[in-house]
C-alpha cells in the first residue's frame, strides 16, 4: 500500500504557497518572496539551505536576499558561508506597511500633477461627459472650488444638492465669489439664509423646465447634467472649460437668469 501524504506538510505547502503569493501583491519578487517564506521556516540558512527549501536557485538566492536586507526584512551575518535571518514578523510587517504607503503617495502625487496637467489644457480638449451622480457631483464642487469671481448653480431640488457642494457653495461665497443658487425650491433660501449667496427660486410659469442641473463658473466653464433614467445613478453630465462652446453656453445660462430674474420681479409687483 501505498504511503499516505503527511497532511501537515501538505498544509504548509498550501500556506506557503499563499504566502509567497500575497508578498508578490506586496511588492517582494518571486524569489525575494520565496527566500523571505524558507527564512520563516528555517530560522536561519545559508544560500544552500535557503537554496534547498525555496527553490530558488542558489547562485539567485544570494541577490534575492541581499534585496530584502536592503529593504530591512533579513539581516546578514558575514560569515563564511553568510548566513541570513528574517526580522520579527511584526517588524517586517511595519517595514512592508511603510513601503506601500510611500508607493501610494507617489503614485496619487503623480496621479495629481498628471491631472493638473489636464486641467491646464482643457481649453483644448472641448468637452467632457460623465456618467453617474457621484461622479457628477464630484465634479461639480471641483469646479466650484476652481471659482474666482462668480459661480451660478441650478439646483431643481433639495436633493441636487450634495453635502460637498453645498460645502463648495458655501466656501466659494464666504470667499467673496458671487454664488446664486437657482432653484424651484422655497424652503433652501431659509437653508441658506445665514449664508452670503444669492438664492432665487424660480415661478412655476418660468419658461425654463428645469431639465436637469447646470453649473456656470467664471462666465467659462459650463456643467450640464439630465437624468436619463429613473434614478440619479443613471444622470449624465457634459462640461467644458475655458472654451469657446463654454462661453457661449454661458451666455445663454445668464440670459436665462435674467429673465427668470424679471419674470419673478413682476410677479412680485403684480
Same mark, same amino acid.
Not at 506557503?16 to 521556516?41: K, P, T
Not at 503617495?105 to 498628471?114: T, V
Given at each position: 500500500?501505498?504511503?499516505?501524504?503527511?497532511?501537515?506538510?501538505?498544509?504548509?505547502?498550501?500556506?506557503?504557497?499563499?504566502?509567497?503569493?500575497?508578498?508578490?501583491?506586496?511588492?517582494?519578487?518571486?524569489?525575494?518572496?520565496?527566500?523571505?517564506?524558507?527564512?520563516?521556516?528555517?530560522?536561519?540558512?545559508?544560500?544552500?539551505?535557503?537554496?534547498? +527549501?525555496?527553490?530558488?536557485?542558489?547562485? &539567485?538566492?544570494?541577490? *534575492? /536576499? #541581499?534585496? =530584502?536586507?536592503?529593504?530591512?526584512?533579513? @539581516?546578514?551575518?558575514?560569515?563564511?558561508?553568510?548566513?541570513?535571518?528574517?526580522?520579527?514578523?511584526?517588524?517586517?510587517?511595519?517595514?512592508?506597511?511603510?513601503?506601500?504607503?510611500?508607493?501610494?503617495?507617489?503614485?496619487?502625487?503623480?496621479?495629481?500633477?498628471?491631472?493638473?496637467?489636464?486641467?491646464?489644457?482643457?481649453?483644448?480638449?472641448?468637452?467632457?461627459?460623465?456618467?453617474?451622480?457621484?461622479?457628477?457631483?464630484?465634479?461639480?464642487?471641483?469646479?466650484?472650488?476652481?471659482?474666482?469671481?462668480?459661480?451660478?448653480?441650478?439646483?431643481?431640488?433639495?436633493?441636487?444638492?450634495?453635502?460637498?457642494?453645498?460645502?463648495?457653495?458655501?466656501?466659494?461665497?464666504?470667499?467673496?465669489?458671487?454664488?446664486?443658487? +437657482?432653484?424651484?425650491?422655497?424652503?433652501? &433660501?431659509?437653508?441658506? *439664509? /445665514? #449664508?452670503? =449667496?444669492?438664492?432665487?427660486?424660480?415661478? @412655476?410659469?418660468?419658461?425654463?423646465?428645469?431639465?436637469?442641473?447646470?453649473?456656470?463658473?467664471?462666465?467659462?466653464?459650463?456643467?450640464?447634467?439630465?437624468?436619463?433614467?429613473?434614478?440619479?445613478?443613471?444622470?449624465?453630465?457634459?462640461?467644458?472649460?475655458?472654451?469657446?462652446?463654454?462661453?457661449?453656453?454661458?451666455?445663454?445660462?445668464?440670459?436665462?437668469?435674467?429673465?427668470?430674474?424679471?419674470?419673478?420681479?413682476?410677479?412680485?409687483?403684480?
Amino acid at each position: 500500500m501505498p504511503a499516505r501524504p503527511n497532511l501537515q506538510t501538505v498544509v504548509l505547502s498550501m500556506s506557503a504557497q499563499d504566502a509567497i503569493a500575497a508578498l508578490e501583491r506586496l511588492g517582494l519578487s518571486n524569489y525575494g518572496a520565496r527566500v523571505f517564506v524558507a527564512l520563516q521556516q528555517l530560522g536561519t540558512g545559508t544560500a544552500e539551505t535557503i537554496s534547498d +527549501v525555496s527553490e530558488v536557485p542558489r547562485s &539567485q538566492v544570494y541577490g *534575492a /536576499a #541581499d534585496d =530584502l536586507v536592503e529593504r530591512g526584512l533579513v @539581516e546578514v551575518t558575514e560569515t563564511t558561508p553568510k548566513e541570513y535571518r528574517p526580522v520579527s514578523l511584526g517588524a517586517a510587517r511595519e517595514q512592508l506597511t511603510a513601503e506601500l504607503e510611500r508607493e501610494r503617495d507617489r503614485a496619487f502625487e503623480n496621479l495629481d500633477a498628471i491631472r493638473d496637467e489636464a486641467a491646464n489644457q482643457q481649453g483644448s480638449q472641448g468637452v467632457s461627459t460623465l456618467r453617474g451622480r457621484q461622479p457628477i457631483d464630484e465634479r461639480i464642487a471641483d469646479l466650484l472650488a476652481s471659482a474666482t469671481e462668480v459661480a451660478v448653480f441650478v439646483a431643481p431640488e433639495a436633493d441636487s444638492l450634495s453635502t460637498e457642494i453645498v460645502d463648495a457653495l458655501r466656501a466659494r461665497a464666504s470667499a467673496g465669489v458671487a454664488v446664486t443658487l +437657482v432653484t424651484a425650491t422655497a424652503a433652501l &433660501q431659509d437653508r441658506f *439664509a /445665514a #449664508d452670503p =449667496l444669492e438664492v432665487i427660486v424660480m415661478g @412655476e410659469d418660468n419658461p425654463a423646465d428645469f431639465a436637469g442641473r447646470a453649473l456656470m463658473v467664471d462666465e467659462a466653464t459650463i456643467l450640464l447634467a439630465v437624468a436619463t433614467g429613473g434614478d440619479s445613478v443613471t444622470e449624465e453630465a457634459l462640461w467644458t472649460a475655458e472654451s469657446s462652446i463654454g462661453r457661449i453656453l454661458a451666455a445663454f445660462m445668464q440670459s436665462g437668469m435674467a429673465s427668470g430674474r424679471e419674470r419673478n420681479s413682476d410677479g412680485e409687483s403684480a
